[in-house]
C-alpha cells in the first residue's frame, strides 16, 4: 500500500520488484547452454560433446593399454616405445582442448537489438477513411547493399535480431543467433562454427586425421612385429585383434575425418565458408572476400581473433518491460547507440499519448 501511494505522487518511480540485477546469460533469448555463470558458452545440443569426446578416448586407451604396450615390449624398453606412448597421450589432450575450445567459444555471435534500427516511418494506404488520416507504421526494407572491398553486397534484415546482418553472417535456427562469418552449426563440436572459432576447429579436425594416420600406422607395425614372431598374419591377428579393430575403427574414421579437412583446405584457399559453398552451389558470383590463397591461409592461422561482442558474465538490468542495460557502462546492450534508443522510446511515449487524445476526443464528439 505504501508502495501504491509513493507511485501516486511519483508516478514515474521504478519499482524494486521491476528492476532486477542479473547477468547476462542469464536474460539471454538464445538456446545457447552456459556454465561457470557464463564463462563458457556452448550450443543447445551440447550433450553431443560426449559423444565425441568418448570416440576419442575409448580408441586412444585401448591402444595405450594393448598396442603401445606390445610396442614397447617389442622395443624392449627402447626409447622409441616410450616415445610412442607419450606421444599419444599428449596429442589426445591436444585434440581434447581444440574440441574444448571450439565449443566452448563464442563464435562470434551478433548482440541482438531491442529495437530495429532507425525505422523510416511511412504511411499506410489502408487507412480508414472516415478517420481522415493515415495510420504511421514502421516498414523496414527486407534488404539493403552494403560495399564490400569495392563490389557492392546485399545483407538481409534479420526479424528476430532486429538487424542487418553484416556481410557472410546467417541466423543460426539451432542456437537461435545471428553468427558473424557463419560457416555451419556442427552436431559433434554442438556449436555454431563462425568467426571466432573456425581456426580451433580447423585445427581439430586435421589434429583428429592425423591421430587416426599415427593409430592406424603403429597399430599396422604391431601386427607387423607379432608376424615375425609367430609366421603368419593369422597367428598375429588372433594375438592382438584389437589392433584389426584399431586399423579398422581409424581407417573409416579416416575418410571423414580426413575427407573433411581435405575440405576446408579448399574452402580456406578460396575464402569460402560452408555455408555460402552449398547456398550458392550452382551459380556464378564474384568471389568478394578471395585474397589469394597465400593471403587467405594467413587471414585464418594469422590475424587476431577478435574479441567477443557480448559478455555473458557482466551484470545487466531487467525491467518488466523488458529492457536491459549494463550496469558498469551505463549503456544498452545492442549494437545501437544509447540516443537513437531514447528517440525511439520518447518518439513511442509521444506516439501513445497522441492516440489516447485523439480517442478521448471521439468518444466526447460522439
Known amino acids: 500500500m505504501a508502495e501504491t501511494k509513493f507511485q501516486i505522487f511519483f508516478p514515474f518511480a521504478i519499482s524494486t520488484h521491476s528492476l532486477m540485477a542479473k547477468r547476462q546469460y542469464e536474460v539471454w533469448k538464445g538456446k545457447n547452454k552456459f556454465i561457470f555463470k557464463g564463462r563458457l558458452i556452448f550450443g543447445p545440443d551440447a550433450k553431443s560433446l560426449i559423444c565425441t569426446s568418448l570416440l576419442i578416448i575409448v580408441p586412444v586407451i585401448i591402444f595405450c593399454t ?23 597421450v599428449v596429442f589426445t589432450v591436444y585434440v581434447l582442448l581444440l574440441l574444448l575450445l571450439t565449443s566452448a ?8 537489438n531491442l529495437h530495429p534500427p532507425a525505422e523510416e516511418i511511412c504511411y499506410d494506404s489502408s487507412a480508414s477513411i472516415d478517420v481522415g488520416r493515415q495510420t504511421p507504421t514502421p516498414r523496414l526494407p527486407p534488404t539493403k547493399v552494403v560495399v564490400v572491398n569495392g563490389v557492392p553486397v546485399r545483407v538481409k534484415y534479420c526479424i528476430t535480431c532486429q538487424l542487418y546482418r553484416p556481410p557472410r553472417c546467417s541466423h543460426c535456427s539451432v542456437c537461435d543467433n545471428c553468427v558473424e562469418r557463419f560457416d555451419h552449426h556442427c552436431p559433434w563440436v554442438g556449436q555454431c ?11 581439430f579436425i ?13 597399430s599396422a607395425l604391431n601386427i607387423k612385429f607379432l608376424t615375425d614372431d609367430y609366421g603368419t598374419v593369422w597367428k598375429a591377428i588372433k594375438e592382438s585383434p584389437l589392433s584389426v579393430v584399431l586399423m579398422v575403427y581409424c581407417f573409416i574414421f579416416l575418410w571423414f575425418v580426413g575427407g573433411l579437412t581435405c575440405f576446408h583446405l579448399y574452402l580456406i584457399g578460396t575464402n569460402q565458408t560452408t555455408y555460402e559453398t552449398f547456398r550458392y552451389r550452382g551459380a556464378e558470383r564474384p568471389r ?13 592461422f594469422c590475424s587476431r581473433i577478435k574479441p567477443s561482442r557480448n559478455n555473458f558474465h557482466a551484470y545487466v538490468q531487467e525491467n518488466e518491460g523488458g529492457l536491459n542495460r549494463c550496469m558498469n557502462s551505463g549503456t544498452y546492450i545492442g549494437g545501437l547507440d544509447g540516443n537513437r534508443r531514447e528517440k525511439v522510446e520518447d518518439d513511442r ?12 476526443r471521439e468518444a466526447e464528439d460522439a
Do not use: H
Not at 66 to 88: C, K, Q, W
Not at 105 to 112: E, F, H, S, T, Y
Not at 206 to 218: E, Q
Open 206 to 218: 586435421s589434429s583428429s586425421t592425423i591421430l587416426c594416420i599415427f593409430i592406424f600406422a603403429m
Open 105 to 112: 567459444r563464442d563464435p562470434g555471435i551478433v548482440p541482438r
Open 349 to 360: 511515449e509521444i506516439g501513445g499519448d497522441l492516440l489516447k487524445i485523439s480517442q478521448r
Open 193 to 203: 562454427i563462425g568467426l571466432r572459432n573456425y581456426r580451433s576447429f580447423f585445427l
Open 66 to 88: 594393448n598396442v603401445a604396450r606390445n610396442l614397447f615390449d617389442e622395443t624392449s624398453g627402447n626409447i622409441a616405445g616410450y616415445a610412442i606412448l607419450m606421444a599419444t
Open 288 to 300: 568478394v572476400y578471395d585474397r589469394g590463397c597465400l593471403n587467405n591461409f594467413r587471414e585464418v
